[in-house]
């Protein structure tokens, strides 16, 4: 499925009913049906969304997608279909979602949807006013933001859910939508309408390219085992509110609402504040909190915020403090609402529930509510406490009759009581009864990216919490953790009711809580469908050390579970491609599963999105904008690198114009031409990332240069294979020329190492050891210094570093450190060191690699970090490289060096994966240290090498017709071709 070709001719037209549009968010089913007289040859169905899509054949989900594109056009897939079809009717059915926002791994774009069934290369149906269209109405409005940058949380009444949408009747013809101002909530959920053409074929034909990348195989994955069932119950003081009611009646606008609070006793208490929109937060008349208040324009017209999302500037820390007097307490809340948000939630920290009397008035007998009212003339910016809620037209909010909607948050008020379950108790056949108030925990076994599944029995309006999460602490899947929120609300119909979300879920484990539910909910299937690449051509290791092979196997793991048409960060973090974490895991995925293509698309997604002034955005596809300038450069070396696997010229003569301007831009923010980068916060926001330890990152920074020169070396290799010999050298002069200018600014004679950083015309306090790496990964460290800084900062015995970075510990910086000691030739320290870190986090429970791992710190299982992070996956290249001994000696893998390290091992077994075939290998080490290697290759090739002169004289190779001993040559120079 890779290199598509979009059908010919397209037919097929852009739909949608838009009146949708005026959501942040919206759900429609699509159907059509048709019938065929015998089975075909072959059936394709290409198809795409905006945003996303589900593909139902027949009552069959077979497809999810798409992938999110860097530019204005859309993905199309093209879904093989055969296998589902029968003679007669058929049923396609599609479920599209579309965000109508800027999302971390999407770009906002117009709604709409397209599809067209190819029967043995022809027409036969396709997108166009004859589908039928269906308004998801059982999606809830208004929906809390799951994390910053991602859609929504679900909460579904499946009250409203068209049971069996995707084989049913379609009775009444299709409709055509109604007018603004019809309530469609009035008309039967099962009258399907006529959906507009928003884009003719003509026109929408340039939205459409075929998907470099598709997810092409859907697998099931059941859940492992239930470790834990429980109870819960609410310990903490809680208050929640929204204006849901309020907004569908008057529209967006600033709304108010004010309770009192009773305490017996003058205190302090903290709490903590949950709210995605704009707000001010009074007690007692005092301002305690606002967030996102823009002040009134001076000669403008006053605008609320509107649908627009708040940026992570625009939020504040949800912890505060309140000053409670003796007494009754006024509280007002002031808030911009639209169409999305979902209000506020106060949980307190340390006061039991209860505690608090929460009333209307301030008066014992009144009712458990707000007083609500809005919207305002007022700005938010100018509201004061001196409003008078009950003098305008409010409504009453009762607490009892409005349970909190962000359940997430609201669930952290609870405890949860948990009984360990013995194993084997219950299989994935079996069904569980649940009760009200109790949960039941499913566990997957590692961290997936993809869409549970689950099929439920229970009374018409009971509710169902389910809390996807990686992470399970004390028996509590967390429902909120790390700004996310990870728990779906469904509203059971009475029927069997099946959930699916939209969108994927990053999940290990699934929790059901029963909430005011009526008697039993019965649980008849949950599993999980999890999109995946075809696999063709898969790498293989093995050797005699259990440690590293078990080391390999959890990179495959989370490599597995961070692709998708891109490289993700991790599947409960961003969701999204990030340049500095894309670099690593291409270069694993390159040994694990062959994948060059998908490298080739990820640079080619990022080239796509270069800024008009040469800087590249470091998270691509992406609505938002998150530019580092160190991942910037990044993108050099990830290039150079891919190009010495792969040898690909036209990839080359297509991406060395980006790199150029790139450069050059770099130049022009440098403090002078041909000179070092200088504090480039004023313009970014934030100095450089490098790593997450504190690193002085201020002025002239050394990390930073440090990569600029890689990359700028880089370039200049680049630049030779292009046949660009002034690139090369003007390239290769800049590097030398920052390099020697950072040596004199930041080199401490005294101690022999580099500071970080250079500012207020002097040389700054600090000396980190990544300064230090990262100098001598960039060339700034002169060769006759490198052993003494190597002996400052580590050791030949674990813990191997005299200084980590503690809690702030990672695998990401560890690829940059191995890069720096395989290329000093420290090859059986480097690979001890591995063995050590993702050793030591695998005895402590990981079975995908960690966001954070401090090999000597205490209960690093119980961390509340991501416990899939794709930048973790560097071994499998170094494995590969540097213990099997097999890297490429010029761009692509036709010649290659072969510098195995017996010493760490007696024997290895290897399958590397190359654009052109695969190199099978074997040695291992016999009595008296003789090295004897098999290598065999399907297609030609060059091997040079490299091996420890003690067994270089006796070493026995065994070799295929395919192979060529060439004569050994230094390559101390150009280390995996980068270093």
């Known amino acids: 499925m890779i290199n598509l070709t979009l059908p010919d001719p397209i037919v097929g037209q852009w739909i949608w009913l838009s009146e949708t549009n005026l959501n942040q968010e919206s759900h429609q089913f699509y159907r059509r049906d048709f019938s065929i007289d015998e089975m075909p040859g072959k059936a394709e169905m290409w198809i795409t969304a905006r945003t996303a899509f589900h593909l139902f054949i027949n009552g069959q989900h077979c497809a999810s997608g798409p992938t999110a594109n860097p530019g204005e056009s859309s993905y199309v897939y093209c879904v093989n279909i055969n296998y589902l079809l029968q003679v007669g009717n058929n049923q396609i059915a599609v479920q599209v979602f579309n965000a109508n926002a800027p999302l971390t791994g999407f770009r906002k774009k117009h709604s709409g949807f397209w599809a067209q069934l190819q029967i043995n290369d022809q027409p036969l149906v396709w997108s166009d006013e004859n589908w039928k269209c269906l ?10 933001i799951q994390a910053l940058g991602a859609t929504s949380v679900e909460i579904v009444d499946f009250r409203r859910f068209p049971h069996n949408w995707q084989q049913m009747e379609l009775g009444g013809g299709p409709q055509t939508a109604s007018t603004d101002g019809e309530r469609r909530r009035s008309i039967p959920k099962t009258i399907w309408y006529r959906p507009e053409i928003i884009l003719n074929e003509e026109k929408g034909r340039k939205l459409l390219e075929p998907a470099p990348n598709p997810n092409d195989i859907i697998e099931t994955c059941s859940w492992d085992k239930i470790p834990y069932t429980g109870s819960v119950r609410q310990i903490r003081q809680l208050l929640w509110l929204n204006f849901a009611n309020l907004c569908k009646k008057s529209g967006p606008g600033i709304y108010i609402a004010e309770t009192y609070l009773y305490s017996d006793k003058e205190c302090q208490q903290s709490i903590e504040c949950f709210c995605d929109r704009p707000y001010k937060f009074f007690l007692n008349d005092n301002l305690v909190a606002e967030q996102a208040v823009k002040p009134v324009p001076v000669h403008a017209p006053a605008q609320n915020r509107g649908d627009r999302r708040l940026s992570m500037d625009d939020y504040r820390p949800t912890t505060m403090e309140l000053s409670l007097r003796k007494g009754w307490n006024r509280v007002m809340w002031a808030q911009d609402c639209a169409s999305h948000g979902a209000g506020m939630t106060i ?16 008066m014992e007998k009144s009712s458990e509510s707000w007083s609500q009212a809005g919207p305002l003339k007022t700005p938010l910016s100018l509201v004061r406490p001196n409003i008078e809620v009950e003098r305008l037209n409010f409504q009453e909010f009762l607490l009892e009759d409005n349970p909190a909607w962000d359940v997430s948050v609201a669930l952290l008020a609870y405890n949860f009581s948990a009984q360990k379950q013995p194993p ?13 108030k109790n949960f039941i925990v499913y566990d997957f076994g590692r961290t997936l990216y993809g869409f549970p599944h689950l099929q439920v029995t229970g009374a018409e309006g009971d509710s169902l919490a389910v809390v996807c999460s990686e992470h399970c602490i004390n028996g509590e899947v967390l429902p909120y953790s790390e700004g996310r929120r990870n728990t779906t609300t469904l509203i059971l119909s009475g029927k069997k009711d099946a959930w699916m979300p939209a969108t994927p879920r990053g999940f290990r484990y699934i929790m059901l809580l029963g909430s005011n539910l009526k008697g039993k909910v019965i649980v008849d299937t949950i599993h999980a469908r999890i999109p995946n690449r075809e696999i063709t051509t898969h790498g293989e290791f093995t050797c005699a050390d259990k440690v590293l092979n078990d080391i390999w196997d959890a990179g495959s793991q989370t490599l597995s579970s961070t692709i998708r048409g891109s490289f993700l960060d991790a599947p409960c973090r961003e969701q999204a491609q990030y340049i500095s974490d894309a670099m690593i895991q291409s270069w694993a995925a390159c040994h694990l599963f062959g994948d060059f293509s998908l490298t080739t698309s990820s640079l080619q ?11 590249l955005n470091s998270v691509s596809p992406s609505g938002l904008f998150q530019t580092i300038p160190d991942c910037s450069l990044l993108w050099v070396i990830w290039l150079r690198r891919h190009f010495m696997y792969t040898g690909d010229r036209k990839l080359l003569q297509e991406l060395f114009p980006v790199v150029i301007k790139l450069l050059d831009y770099y130049d022009h923010l440098a403090v002078r031409h041909n000179g070092p980068l200088g504090d480039l916060y004023n313009l970014y926001g934030i100095h450089c990332f490098l790593d997450y330890d504190d690193i002085d990152r201020e002025g002239i920074c050394v990390g930073l240069n440090a990569i600029y020169c890689h990359a700028l070396t880089c370039a200049s290799r680049l630049a030779k294979e292009n046949d660009q010999q002034v ?8 590097a030398a020329l920052i390099a020697s200018q950072i040596r004199e600014l930041t080199w401490c004679e005294e101690h022999g190492v580099f500071v970080d950083s250079y500012h207020h015309a002097e040389m700054s306090k600090t000396c980190s050891w990544q300064t230090n790496v990262l100098a001598i990964y960039g060339g700034i460290a002169l060769p006759q210094d490198y052993e003494h800084i190597w002996e400052t900062f580590f050791l030949d015995e674990p813990p191997y570093e005299r200084y980590n970075s503690g809690d702030y510990n990672n695998p990401y910086f560890k690829f940059f450190l191995l890069e720096v000691a395989f290329a000093l030739g420290k090859t059986s320290w480097a690979l001890r060191f591995i063995r050590y870190y993702w050793g030591k986090m695998l005895a402590a429970g990981a079975v995908t690699w960690w966001e954070l791992f401090n090999p000597e710190g205490l209960d690093q299982n119980l961390r509340i970090v991501s416990k899939c992070q794709g930048y973790g996956v560097a071994p499998n290249g170094f494995l590969i490289s540097d213990l099997v001994g097999i890297r490429p000696s010029e761009p692509g893998m036709s010649r290659v060096i072969f510098n195995p390290c017996p010493q760490a091992c007696t024997w290895v077994k290897a399958a590397v994966p190359t654009p052109y075939g695969r190199i099978n290998i074997e040695w291992k080490v016999k009595s008296g240290n003789t090295l004897e290697a098999n290598i065999s290759a399907n297609y030609p090739l060059e091997i040079i090498p490299i091996l420890d002169p003690d067994m270089a004289e006796s070493a026995e190779f065994k070799i295929s017709e395919e192979i060529t001993i060439l004569t050994p040559v230094d390559d101390s120079d150009d280390h995996n071709g980068e270093t």
Not at 135 to 144: E, F, S
Not at 424 to 436: N, P, V
């Open 727 to 734: 690139f090369a050298e003007e390239f290769q002069r800049r």
């Open 424 to 436: 084997g108790r219950m299989t994935s056949e079996s069904s569980f009864a649940l009760m009200d």
């Open 605 to 615: 997604t990022f080239a796509r999105t270069q800024l008009e002034t040469g800087e």
């Open 347 to 362: 949980v307190w920290v340390d006061t039991p529930n209860g505690s608090l009397q929460i009333r209307r008035q301030a």
């Open 135 to 144: 308004i998801a109405d059982c999606y809830v409005y208004p929906g809390t």
